[in-house]
C-alpha cells in the first residue's frame, strides 16, 4: 500500500463532500474526496433535484386540468411517466456534467471506490492509503425503514420510487413528514389515489402547528387521505398489491407502499469508532465548528444530527474548509436554516415554531397574515398565510408560511430571522407589487401595528 498526503481528505462526495472540496481546493489546500457511487451524492441523484422536477411535472399537470377555472380550456389526456423520467434524468444529468466540469477545473483528486476510516488521518480505498492533515466525514444517510418492515418488490422507499416505470393507481405512505408528503403531492396530482399514515397526531410534525393544520385542509381538499395518530403494524404483499395492516385493526390496501419514516446516518462499517470517532445511534456528534471529538476529525452533513437539508450540507462543507484554512467562519446554527416542503402548496419556514418560541421567552407575539389579502396568491388561486413569531417588543425570531409557489419566499423570511429584524424594520423596506414577497411585509406591517391590507 502506498501512502498519498494531503492537507485534506474528504470521505463521501454527496452536498457537503463536495462543497468542503471545492472550497478548500479554492483556499490553496491539497484535497481527496472519496465517492463511492456519484459525485452529487443523495440531494442531485435521489433526492432534491429529482423529486423537485416530479413536483414541477405534477403542477404542471394541475395547471392542465385546472385551466377552466383561468379560462383556457385545455384537458389532461394522461401522464406518461416515461417522458417524465426522461425530464427528470435531463435534469439529472446536465447539473452532474455541470458539477463534474467543476471538479474538472478544480485541483481535486476524486479517489472512487468505498472507503473506510483506517486511522485517525487515513482514510483506506482498496489498497490505496489516503493521509490527510485534515479528514472531513461526510457519508450521509440513507433511507431507514421500521422494524420487521423489509424493502422489495412492492414496498419501497424514495429511492425505488424514484425509478418507478409505471404509474401505480393507488399508494399508502407511511411518514407524514417532508418525503412522505411531496410524494403523496406528486402522485395525487398524476392522478393517484393517496392515503398518508402519520403515527404522530398531525402532518409535517417538526413544523409550526398552523402549517400542519393548514397542509391536511389543502391535502383532504386534494383528496389525499390522512391518517394521523395512525401507527403501522404490518404489511403483506401479493402480485397484485399491498394490504397494510395498522395497529387500530384498520387494513388499507393498494398497489405500493411507500416507507418515508427518516433518513438514518450512513456511519457502520466504516471504521470511524474504531479510530477513536465517537458514534452515537450511529451519529457522529460534533462541536459547533464541527470538529469530531478527534483532532482533525470534522464531521458534516447529514451524519451529524440535526436538520437533514442540501444547504446545511453545502454550508457545513463551506464551514469546514474556512475552518481548516484559518479564516475562522461563523458556525452555522441549525435554527437559522431555511426548510421548504415542496409539495402543493408548498410549506417555507425558518427560525422558531410559536412553541419553540414560548419555550424561549417570556412573552411572545405572531400575527397570521392570510393570503386571501395578497393580490398575486388571488391571481395564482391558492390559499395560505404567513405567520411571523416575534419576542414581545423583540426581533422576529419565526417565520412560517404555507401556498402554493411560497417557497420562493424562505429567502426574505432567512434574511429577517437571521438578521434579527424587527417587524418594524421589514415593514419600512418596500415589497414589490403585486408579489407573494408583498405578504411578508403586511405581515410585519401588521405586527408593527399599522396593518394595510388586513384587520388590526
Ligand atoms: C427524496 C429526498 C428528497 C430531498 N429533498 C431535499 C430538498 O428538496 N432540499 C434539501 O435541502 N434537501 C433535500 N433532501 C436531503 C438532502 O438530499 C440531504 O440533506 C443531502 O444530500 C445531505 O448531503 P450529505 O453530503 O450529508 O450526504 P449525501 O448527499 O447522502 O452524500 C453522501 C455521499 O457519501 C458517499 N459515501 C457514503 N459512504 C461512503 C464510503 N464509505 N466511501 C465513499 N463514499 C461514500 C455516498 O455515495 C454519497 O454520495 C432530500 C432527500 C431525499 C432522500
Not at 433535484?49 to 385551466?67: M, N
Not at 454550508?315 to 435554527?335: C, K, N, R, T, Y
Not at 414581545?392 to 411560497?406: A, L, N, S
Amino acid at each position: 500500500m502506498s501512502d498519498d498526503n494531503f492537507d485534506v481528505v474528504v470521505l463521501g462526495g454527496g452536498s457537503g463532500g463536495y462543497a468542503c472540496a471545492l472550497r478548500a481546493a479554492q483556499l490553496g489546500l491539497s484535497v481527496a474526496l472519496v465517492e463511492k457511487d456519484k459525485l452529487g451524492g443523495t440531494c442531485l441523484h435521489r433526492g432534491c433535484i429529482p423529486t423537485k422536477a416530479l413536483l414541477h411535472s405534477a403542477e404542471v399537470a394541475d395547471h392542465v386540468r385546472d385551466g377552466g377555472a383561468v379560462g383556457v380550456k385545455a384537458s389532461l389526456d394522461g401522464i406518461d411517466l416515461s417522458a417524465v423520467n426522461s425530464y427528470k434524468d435531463g435534469v439529472v444529468g446536465r447539473l452532474y456534467k455541470g458539477l463534474q466540469g467543476l471538479f474538472g477545473a478544480a485541483k481535486i483528486e476524486i479517489v472512487e471506490g468505498s472507503g473506510r476510516l483506517a486511522a485517525k488521518d487515513t482514510i483506506e480505498v482498496g489498497d490505496r492509503r489516503l493521509v490527510g492533515k485534515h479528514v472531513v466525514l461526510a457519508t450521509g444517510s440513507y433511507a431507514r425503514t421500521l422494524p420487521g418492515l423489509e424493502i422489495g418488490g412492492r414496498v419501497m422507499t424514495s429511492d425505488q420510487a424514484l425509478g418507478l416505470t409505471d404509474l401505480p393507481s393507488s399508494v399508502v405512505i407511511i411518514g407524514g413528514s417532508v418525503i412522505g408528503v411531496e410524494f403523496a403531492s406528486v402522485w395525487r396530482s398524476f392522478g393517484v389515489d393517496v392515503t398518508i399514515v402519520e403515527a404522530l397526531p398531525r402532518l409535517v410534525p417538526a413544523e409550526d402547528e398552523v402549517l400542519s393544520k393548514n397542509l391536511e385542509r389543502a391535502f383532504r381538499k386534494r383528496k389525499i387521505g390522512c391518517k394521523t395518530g395512525a401507527k403501522f403494524s404490518s404489511v403483506e404483499q401479493s402480485d397484485s398489491g399491498v394490504k397494510v395492516s395498522l395497529d387500530s385493526g384498520e387494513t388499507l390496501e393498494a398497489d405500493l407502499l411507500l416507507v418515508a419514516v427518516g433518513r438514518a446516518p450512513a456511519s457502520e462499517g466504516l471504521g470511524f469508532e474504531e479510530a477513536g470517532v465517537t458514534v452515537d445511534k450511529g451519529w457522529v456528534p460534533t462541536d459547533e465548528r464541527l470538529h469530531t471529538n478527534v483532532d482533525g476529525v470534522f464531521a458534516i452533513g447529514d451524519l451529524v444530527p440535526g436538520l437533514q437539508l442540501a444547504h446545511r450540507g453545502f454550508a457545513h462543507g463551506i464551514f469546514v474548509a474556512e475552518e481548516i484554512a484559518g479564516l475562522e467562519p461563523m458556525p452555522i446554527v441549525d435554527s437559522g436554516i431555511p426548510r421548504i416542503t415542496y409539495c402543493n402548496p408548498e410549506l417555507a419556514s425558518v427560525g422558531l415554531t410559536e412553541a419553540e418560541a414560548k419555550e424561549h421567552y417570556d412573552e411572545v407575539e405572531t400575527y397570521e397574515y392570510n393570503l386571501g389579502g395578497n393580490g398575486r396568491s388571488q391571481i395564482l388561486k391558492t390559499a395560505g398565510l404567513v405567520k411571523l413569531v416575534r419576542e414581545k417588543g423583540g426581533p422576529i425570531v419565526g417565520v412560517h408560511m404555507i401556498g402554493e409557489r411560497i417557497g420562493e419566499q424562505a429567502g426574505e423570511a432567512s434574511l429577517t430571522v437571521n438578521w434579527e429584524a424587527y417587524p418594524e424594520d421589514v415593514a419600512a423596506l418596500l415589497h414589490p407589487h403585486p408579489t407573494q414577497n408583498e405578504a411578508l411585509g403586511e405581515a410585519s406591517l401588521a405586527l408593527a401595528g399599522k396593518p394595510l391590507h388586513s384587520h388590526a
